[in-house]
């Protein structure tokens, strides 16, 4: 029996989504052939995988345990897809990464050095993003292969892979702040001061409670602080690098903290065999930022 890859990554999408028109606006295609893309599905299997009786779909209990199954089909075509590309050396002109502020690539790194000697003719773009600009980024193909502080969901259209070296996070305000002169803080003295925080465009957080401004970078989150405004959290590498000097590493228990960094993908665009090299090489990079 043969399934389409379109009835299947239909049918997933359907499901991750709740809907057979968001999985359409995501796959680029109507309405209509997603359904038909399904029904067709169900027809191969002799299964009835949604309940259509409500005003969105709802999976069955077919439908349920046929859903791992699908997602395991998708991904072994996506690996044999990646390796095929591989193989057949096609090398993308261009590469574009987008990458958190949390995670510093190091001039003298010898993975980018093997990428420039390895791929010498290609064009190498990097953006700085977070959080859900990051993944739109991915997601509408502007950018290849994302490097971000590891999130709590990531949408179905999006493969991800934890990566092996990890981030700092710390409290800081600039030299000359209140803040700055305490030895042991507590939430309560934060509290009383403004918080700048990290507020991107596609996923626009809930303000702190109390006083606050937003940046949707880290990088312009350190100048803010920098300039005294307030207090925020930042990576500690980025703050070693750029902070010059200007800001004091607040003490409050916990701080600093360290946070996962996840490598991530378009599932529908993937990278070229440029990109996956490039990822490749960061999974087995194990030195910690």
Known sequence: MRYSPEGLQAFVQASALGSFSAAARKLGKRQST?????????ADLGLQ????????????EAGRKVLGYAQDILA???RLQALSIRLAGNIEPRLTIVLSDAYQFNPDNAMLRDFEQRYPDIELECMASEAGDA????????AHLGILVSQADY??????????????????????????RHKNLTRAQLSAHRQLYLNTYLD???????????????????EMTGYGFGWAELPRGMVAQFGRGNLAEL?????????SMDAA???????????????ERLLQDGATR
């Open 34 to 42: 997603v359904s038909m893309a399904v029904a067709n599905l169900e």
């Open 49 to 60: 995988l949604f309940d259509r009786q409500a005003r969105q779909p709802v999976l069955t």
């Open 76 to 78: 072994a075509g996506e």
């Open 135 to 142: 993944l739109g980024l991915l997601q509408s193909g502007r």
């Open 155 to 180: 949408p179905p259209d999006v493969d991800v892979a934890r990566l092996p070296a990890q981030a700092e996070m710390g409290l800081y305000a600039a030299r000359d702040h209140p803040l700055a």
């Open 204 to 222: 626009s957080a809930r303000a702190p409670q109390g006083r606050a401004w937003s940046a949707p970078d880290y990088l312009m989150l350190l």
């Open 251 to 259: 003490r409050l228990r916990g701080w600093p903290r360290p946070i």
């Open 265 to 279: 993908w378009s599932r529908i665009k993937p990278p070229g065999p440029a990109g996956l090299w490039l990822l």
